[in-house]
T-cell receptor, first 115, second 110 residues
């Protein structure tokens, strides 16, 4: 099992450019999440998907869109990147309650710089 | 609103010098409190889940405890390889989301 994978690992964008961050998990988890991590602020939830076909906003959704393509894949799109979106982005998943360890599993992260 | 704070922000220890990290939380009905370890350039890695006040869990040199308002991560006789950022998170009983604290950056000097 690869767990949670993310692509790309690094990305530099210019202000106004768009891009999609990809995330996939092979653990048959229903719930998937996108976080951003900034120095001193911990992990902040951008969007989450409780199951295939559903998505909900988290704490900081402005400037982002998501797609739950299927049970395995959950992508995050920046339509018009801004310098304030410079951050490290983590994807995570967790199993349904009562079916496995009660925790989230994280990907390795995407380091995004917007100039 | 669910909130998590952690202290200290950073901690520097000598190898073998035991200490504790604090996680204070407010949540509308706690389902679980989670501790993670994060190494530089990597994603958080799960350590413990605690569900109710009085519960304790141990793993090697780490021991996590839980009260109704806070959790402690006790580190006994730390080694340099314990250096990392330690994150605390809570999940509410009827919620889907996890709320994270800002973390404590631990450095253990040889």
């Amino acid at each position: 099992n690869a767990g949670v994978t993310q692509t790309p690992k690094f990305q530099v964008l210019k202000t106004g450019q768009s891009m999609t961050l990809q995330c996939a998990q092979d653990m048959n988890h229903n719930s998937m999440y996108w976080y951003r991590q900034d120095p001193g602020m911990g992990l902040r939830l951008i969007y989450y998907s409780a199951s295939e076909g559903t998505t909900d906003k988290g704490e900081v959704p402005n400037g982002y869109n998501v797609s739950r393509l299927n049970k395995r894949e959950f992508s995050l799109r920046l339509e018009s990147a801004a310098p304030s979106q410079t951050s490290v982005y983590f994807c995570a998943s967790n199993p349904p309650r009562g079916t496995g360890p009660d925790t989230q599993y994280f990907g390795p992260g995407t380091r995004l710089t917007v100039l | 609103e669910d909130q998590v704070t952690q202290s200290p922000e950073a901690l520097r220890l000598q190898e073998g010098e035991s200490s504790s990290l604090n996680c204070s939380y407010t949540v509308s009905g706690l389902r679980g409190l989670f501790w993670y370890r994060q190494d530089p350039g990597k994603g958080p890695e799960f350590l413990f889940t605690l569900y109710s006040a009085g519960e304790e869990k141990e793993k090697e040199r780490l021991k996590a405890t839980l009260t109704k308002k806070e959790s402690f991560l006790h580190i006994t006789a730390p080694k340099p390889e314990d250096s990392a950022t330690y994150l605390c998170a809570v999940q509410a009983r009827y919620g889907q989301n996890f709320v994270f604290g800002p973390g404590t950056r631990l450095s253990v000097l040889p």
